[in-house]
T-cell receptor, first 112, second 114 residues
Framework: AQSVTQLGSHVSVSEGALVLLRCNYSSSVPPYLFWYVQYPNQGLQLLLK??????LVKGINGFEAEFKKSETSFHLTKPSAHMSDAAEYFCAVTSNDYKLSFGAGTTVTVRA | SQTIHQWPVTLVQPVGSPLSLECTVEGTSNPNLYWYRQAAGRGLQLLFY??????ISSEVPQNLSASRPQDRQFILSSKKLLLSDSGFYLCARRTGASNTGELFFGEGSRLTVL
């Protein structure tokens, strides 16, 4: 079985500051990892994914994440926050079965 | 196209009433389909998934059921709603042919049980 833990249910950043959202995973086999974003009353949109290969993954809207096997982490970052980044973010993991397991989510607020 | 249609978009139902949420997928045939629920302040809970017509796997024993009468149709139902069934219901399909692909989500159906 696989699972993810997102550290921090709420993150508040100033516009232009670094965004860092933390995700740690647990998996008995090599994981496939994902970050999604959800805006109010909408479905989830894929930001980026890690399958195999390069451990630094670049996604949409300037986000990137780094897979660190030794730390079982897949933290999401963006160098400079924009007001439009205010949303809820979910980390997810699958291990080549039918299911994706999601974290509890982190809500990001951006201060002007 | 990976369009997923969910309806109704919003629904307010009394306790004890029945429920039917529909999800229709456009695109490739024989997709893996999923129902997730988001309750207020909680993450995504996988309710059901289906790998083909008539094949349903239930993740959480509860008041809900799912059916897949056609290849691209996935229905979530209840005979008698509970207050705890309130939430945001998301239908999703797996992209790609393998089990390592990401999920593509519909826009959701918001259910309020009063």
């Amino acid at each position: 079985a696989q699972s993810v833990t997102q550290l921090g249910s709420h993150v508040s950043v100033s516009e232009g500051a670094l965004v860092l959202l933390r995700c740690n995973y647990s998996s008995s086999v090599p994981p496939y990892l994902f970050w999604y974003v959800q805006y109010p009353n909408q479905g989830l949109q894929l930001l980026l994914k890690y399958t195999t290969g390069a451990t630094l993954v670049k996604g949409i809207n300037g986000f990137e994440a780094e897979f660190k096997k030794s730390e079982t982490s897949f933290h999401l970052t963006k160098p400079s926050a924009h007001m439009s980044d205010a949303a809820e973010y979910f980390c997810a993991v699958t291990s080549n079965d039918y299911k994706l397991s999601f974290g509890a989510g982190t809500t990001v607020t951006v201060r002007a | 196209s990976q369009t997923i249609h969910q309806w109704p978009v919003t629904l307010v139902q009394p306790v004890g009433s029945p429920l039917s949420l529909e999800c229709t997928v456009e695109g490739t045939s024989n997709p893996n389909l999923y129902w997730y629920r988001q309750a207020a302040g909680r993450g995504l809970q996988l309710l059901f998934y289906s790998v083909g017509i008539g094949q349903i796997s239930s993740e959480v024993p509860q008041n809900l059921s799912a059916s897949r009468p056609q290849d691209r149709q996935f229905i979530l139902s209840s005979k008698k709603l509970l207050l705890s069934d309130s939430g945001f219901y998301l239908c999703a399909r797996r992209t790609g042919a393998s089990n390592t692909g990401e999920l593509f989500f519909g826009e959701g159906s918001r259910l309020t049980v009063l």
